[in-house]
């Protein structure tokens, strides 16, 4: 018992001192030191902007200080330079090379199409993210294209965030292109500040979407169950993590009422020497992630793999660009 409890305790050390994903909302600084928000713990871990499912690596923090080469955020429409202060021991502070950071994402999605026996690429819906100082969605339009490339939809979303007394997010009001309230996603947090429920409610309070959050032994995303408006489950998601806190595995399911038809989907993840997953693999598929200079995502493609025919598991199917400003 004693040597599993000291394991354990290994195991929790290596994963929250070295490789833990911080949220850069859940953060603050105090005399040149970074702690956990209402804690006197000091971080150490990548500190990560989430919105989303999309994880933008901002730097790492060691001990409660900032370490190497960090991304800021600037403000709307506007790009700045940064110089972040390296911190060694004992010795003096360092200064790094500039970097220049974005203030807006744009993700163009394209799938695959077949012209003159020579495989070309289609857009199919272009998104575009606004976003404030400190990294928080404001804005979003979406522009979805048709078979032959014409503008077939285009939609608009603006966001305001509203905090409760202890610093979360209690909600977000959605408007629309004519700046009227159309929805409005709601949070609920356990006693340790952790996010345990989300819902999209409509503007006569009818539930829209719900998730619910579960969390393992050491405070890490377990399982995410997603309900529909009629509060049956539609979707769940089951992560995995390995020894260094990262995602390995993530069984996703799918449930259909109306078709009786459930459908698995197991995906495992690859990750580089920096902690950025450059790999998702599946028996039906395979995505490769890309990044740019400054860590940023900047590429994913998804090609077909286990095929019956020995040449597709060379053909793509999608690609997403990002571009950031």
């Known amino acids: 018992m004693a040597r599993l409890l000291f394991i354990q305790t290994f195991l929790l050390a290596i994963i929250f001192s070295q490789k833990e994903k911080v949220n850069i909302k859940d953060i603050f600084q105090n005399n040149g030191i970074y702690f956990k928000t209402f804690s006197d713990e000091v971080v150490n871990g990548m500190v990560y902007q989430f919105n989303d499912d999309l994880e933008l690596p901002l730097g790492l923090i060691a001990d409660g200080f900032k370490k190497g080469k960090w991304l800021e955020w600037a403000g709307k429409n506007q790009k700045i330079e940064t110089k972040e202060l390296l911190l060694k021991g004992k010795e003096e502070y360092k200064n790094n090379d500039p970097i220049i950071v974005p203030s807006s994402l744009e993700i163009n999605n394209y799938v695959s199409d077949t012209k003159y026996s020579k495989v070309a690429f289609k857009l199919t819906f272009t998104q575009v993210i606004n976003f404030d100082s400190s990294g928080s969605k404001m804005e979003e339009s979406l522009k979805a294209y048709n078979e032959t490339g ?49 819902k999209l409610v409509g503007i006569e309070a ?31 998601i089951t992560i995995n993590y390995d020894i260094a806190g990262n995602k390995n595995k993530e069984l996703v399911e799918f449930f259909s009422k109306k078709s009786n038809l459930d459908l698995s989907i197991e995906n495992y993840y690859t990750y580089d020497q920096n902690g950025r997953v450059i790999k998702k693999e599946n028996q039906q598929y395979i995505t490769y992630y890309y990044y740019n200079d400054q860590f940023l995502l900047a590429e994913e493609s998804t090609y077909l793999v286990n095929s019956q025919s020995k040449n597709d598991g060379n053909i793509i199917l999608s690609k997403k660009i990002y571009n950031y400003y």
């Open 206 to 236: 009818e539930i829209i979407d719900k998730t619910i959050y579960s969390y393992n032994s050491l405070g890490m995303l377990e399982k995410k169950i997603n309900y529909d408006k009629k509060g049956e489950i539609n979707k769940s």
């Open 150 to 198: 014409l503008l077939k939809r285009k939609t608009y979303r603006k966001y305001q965030y509203i905090e409760g007394l202890d610093g979360k997010i209690d909600k977000i009001k959605i408007f629309n292109e004519k700046n009227i309230l159309i929805q409005e996603q709601l949070f609920n947090y356990n006693k340790d500040k952790m996010l345990i429920g989300k």
